[in-house]
């Protein structure tokens, strides 16, 4: 699995819960 995608997903997850 490609770090960038780890990236993305755990961005989009903390902007909904900030």
Do not use: D
């Not at 699995?1 to 909904?16: G, K, N, P, T, W």
């Amino acid at each position: 699995i490609q770090a960038y995608v780890f990236v993305l997903l755990l961005s989009l997850y903390l902007q909904e819960n900030i």
